[in-house]
């Protein structure tokens, strides 16, 4: 339209786009206009003077609707990008501060700068008789604290501390948690996967505290936009009957999004211009333009490659806006991310280059543009990435495609990227390793007792047992102590079993020390850069040999590092940093073993099967691949000891005889009845690469369902499993004791081979590339792998003929 022609700094790109086929889709999303209503006058006088002072006349409806919640009961706010939600858990905390002098809030944040920014956004009410603010992390100093756990009525954390700090002293906290009337979890779509399983259990702990010193905190949520919020909300803290508030009131800016994909270069590898090249182009057009843009991208070196092509386009004809692009740094303060915001409010700069560090809702305001370079892994941190498109009321919210199979997948199917539900975020409070771990930090706590089934789960005590066994945990009977007084003993008289508790066998153990909330074992490898001894993070024990090898290029935060030694007795690995131009794959050998079934169920013609597995994995070597091209340069071979750990995972079995009797796989009618035409048999030596290829695909697309990486699962195809006797594929949690990935992979299985298959059978290639097939992961490195024979596969067990030129050529 003539109108937008003018108004809008991107219709001259867009129509370039849509002119040579690189905008394969465009979507228009509001404008919406505000729900404005009157704040709740029940709220204490004070709170409504503060929110004249900060400048609000009037809430969003959801702002409104979520203090009503929180008067009755846990509520969960999961409203878009900048819609005002710390308002929604802000104003009933501040009002329960100013009615209860002695009331206390905690608020936990995954990263400190967000903590910051809350403390700061709290400051802003001008409460500051009422309400003391105060952040307690790990950078707070030692002589601050005691003041800190005596005065502070709004403590801002994260579960870290909480974890490690916190409960296991609630003495020294006795009066925090003795007051308690809030807990704060903002951000609680973070809290997911393995980390989420952790802080589940984390918080359970803290609702388990509070009882003891006779509290019991209203817990106050809020989220991105995820397709479970209700779900996420209960599993985090183990409490029902949540209230959700979802209705966003604030007003929606007039945005464009689009899916942009760079050209192809060659048609037969379906090989494409590189996404950051594309980018690079596209952000100086922008900026040309005068749109404010911000750009997201996953690695730091991706982010520094991006701004210098960007200004390099810019030299040419515009020098003095080439300065006016810069890349955003990690571990800013909050003073400099200030000045940013501020710099870019001023028009003194024109494009921001980041990482996903400003994706977690730090304040820095919306933009003209927003521009995501690859999938960011989950459509929820897309959509909140292009929630930062819509500076004066319109935006422009653009993708740009990789190559990565999920990329591509969207590229054909953009009504599904742009309309699909989001994913849902997934844990597993009752993954075996990471609630026994939190259990004995329970028992350190407090003894456990039969009162803790509340807060721990009514299966705690068969884990508390195997405790014991394993010499960690001491049951103590009830004759010798514990909680039990009189009136307990009369009832055991009546045949009810004796309150007996459980204890640390070692009292003078501090078992916080030994979990870490990152990692699902309490077996892990530190990760230290070998200048300057300094302590990176650490990596699950199970993924040590495929990850941090000698020799390997391993990513951190955006940072590209080498490991120079694997120090398996002492187990760390030294790195060093790395600028080379090339990234390395282990070649593994992986075994699973079936250890326990859990469920069954027979469907598309396989039997479907969840349980308990052994994985034993041995790295055997690694191969170095070039940045630019993935070209392999090397195969080093490595001398790892295999390494084993239990996880949960799902398989199916095809039918016996399938493939390895003439016609099996290929038999007319199975497995769901094709119909009398005559199949084509897959011939054995295809078989292990339609399973190899089948396996891949289910697990590139199952990161839509289960907000989670490729690489937090694994998976293995064999065309004859010892134990099932049959042609079997197996995709298992990646992480010791599994967090639900293959659960949700059980349940959904139908949906999963249905866009496996599409993944596949809609790949221009013509022999499986990057973009479907093909693991940037795969322990064999991609062989062999065959895309035909998957596809042939995944049709006869989805129970639909198969296309015209589809059928395995390998069998005529
Ligand atoms: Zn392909
Ligand atoms: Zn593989």
Not at 181 to 193: I, S
Not at 363 to 389: C, H, K
Request: charged share 25%.
């Amino acid at each position: 339209m003539a109108q937008d022609r003018r108004i809008e700094p991107w219709s001259a790109l867009l129509d370039a786009g849509r002119e040579d086929g690189r905008l394969v889709r465009e979507a228009r999303e509001g404008p919406g206009r505000a729900k404005l209503v009157e704040a709740p006058p029940e709220l204490h006088p004070d709170v409504l003077e503060g929110l004249a002072r900060v400048g609000v006349e009037r809430l969003y409806s959801h702002q409104a609707q979520a203090v009503h919640a929180s008067w009755e009961g846990p509520t969960i706010v999961t409203t878009g990008t900048a819609s005002g939600k710390s308002m929604c858990f802000n104003l009933p905390t501040l009002d329960v501060l100013c009615r209860d002098a002695r009331a206390r809030a905690l608020y936990l944040y995954p990263t400190k700068a967000l903590a910051q920014d809350q403390a700061r956004a709290l400051a802003e009410f001008g409460l500051s008789r009422r309400v003391r603010p105060a952040i307690y992390d790990g950078d707070t100093p030692r002589e601050a604290r005691g003041q800190i756990r005596k005065s502070a009525n709004i403590v801002l954390t994260n579960p870290d501390m909480l974890h490690l700090g916190i409960l296991p002293n609630h003495a020294a906290w006795a009066d925090l948690f003795a007051n308690l009337a809030v807990v704060v979890v903002d951000e609680a779509h973070v809290y997911r996967g393995v980390f989420g399983s952790h802080v589940a259990n984390v918080l359970r702990r803290l609702r388990r505290i509070a009882a003891a010193y006779g509290t019991e905190p209203r817990f106050l949520l809020s989220s991105a936009t995820i397709a479970n919020p209700l779900e996420l909300a209960e599993r985090l803290t183990g409490l029902e009957d949540v209230r959700l508030i979802d209705e966003d009131g604030s007003p929606a800016p007039q945005r464009r999004m689009s899916v942009w994909n760079p050209p192809l270069t060659d048609e037969a590898t379906g090989a494409r211009r590189s996404a950051l090249g594309e980018a690079a182009e596209l952000l100086a057009q922008l900026v040309r333009e005068g749109a404010q843009t911000i750009c997201f991208m996953k690695s730091r070196k991706g982010v520094e490659v991006l701004s210098r092509l960007a200004r390099e386009h810019l030299q040419d004809d515009h020098p003095e806006l080439a300065e006016l692009v810069v890349p955003y740094r990690a571990g800013y303060t909050p003073q400099q991310r200030r000045e940013l915001e501020g710099r870019l409010a001023r028009g003194e700069l024109m494009a921001v280059i980041t990482t996903d560090a400003l994706e977690l809702g730090i304040d820095i305001g919306a933009l003209d543009a927003a521009v995501v370079v690859t999938f960011p892994g989950t459509i929820a941190s897309l959509r909140q990435m292009w929630g930062r498109a819509g500076r004066r009321g319109r935006g422009l919210a653009m993708f740009v495609a990789g190559e990565d199979a999920l990329d591509q997948f969207f590229c054909r199917h953009p009504e599904d990227f742009l309309e699909r539900p989001v994913e849902a975020a997934i844990l597993d409070h009752e993954s075996p390793l990471i609630y026994r771990g939190h259990l004995l930090c329970a028992a350190h706590e407090g003894p456990l007792s039969n009162d803790d089934g509340v807060f721990l789960g009514p299966r705690w005590e068969a884990h508390a047992e195997i405790l014991q066994s394993a010499g960690e945990l001491r049951r103590r009977p009830a004759e010798t102590g514990g909680p039990s007084g009189p009136d307990d003993r009369e009832d055991t008289t009546r045949g009810r079993p004796a309150r007996s508790t459980y204890v640390l066998r070692r009292p003078g153990g501090y078992p916080a020390a030994e979990v870490s909330l990152r990692s699902a074992s309490p077996e892990s490898f530190a990760i230290v850069e070998v200048s300057s001894g300094e302590l990176l993070g650490s990596t699950e024990a199970a993924r040590a040999h495929s990850t941090v090898h000698e020799g390997a290029i391993y990513l951190h935060l955006g940072r590209s590092y080498e490991v120079r030694e694997l120090d398996l007795e002492r187990r760390r690995a030294l790195v060093a940093p790395f600028e080379g131009d090339w990234y390395t794959q282990p070649k593994r050998e992986t075994d699973t073993e079936i250890v326990r079934l859990l469920d069954r169920r027979e469907t598309l013609g396989v039997t479907l099967s969840f349980g308990e597995v052994s994985v034993t994995d041995t790295v055997l070597a690694y191969q170095r691949r070039r940045l630019s091209d993935n070209a392999p340069v090397e195969l080093v071979a490595l001398d790892l000891p295999p390494t084993s750990f239990p996880t949960q995972a799902l398989w199916f079995e095809l039918p016996v005889g399938a493939g390895t009797q003439p016609g099996g796989l290929g038999q007319p009618g199975w497995p769901g009845g094709v119909g009398d035409e005559p199949g084509e048999a897959i011939p054995l030596d295809a078989l292990l690469g339609a399973l190899h290829a089948t396996e891949h695909a289910q697990i590139a697309v199952l990161p839509l369902m289960a907000m989670c990486d490729r690489w937090d699962i694994g998976g293995l195809s064999t065309n004859f499993h010892p134990q099932t006797g049959a042609p079997t594929i197996f995709l298992y949690d990646g992480h010791p004791g599994g967090i639900g990935i293959a659960r949700t992979a059980f349940v959904r299985f139908e949906e999963l081979c249905r866009d496996a298959r599409r993944l596949i059978s809609e790949c221009p290639c013509s022999k499986g590339c990057p973009s479907c097939v093909q693991s940037p992961k795969c322990g064999n490195l991609n062989e062999p792998l065959s895309k035909a024979g998957a596809e042939l596969l995944l049709e006869r067990m989805l129970g639909e003929p198969a296309a015209i030129g589809l059928a395995v050529g390998a069998s005529r």
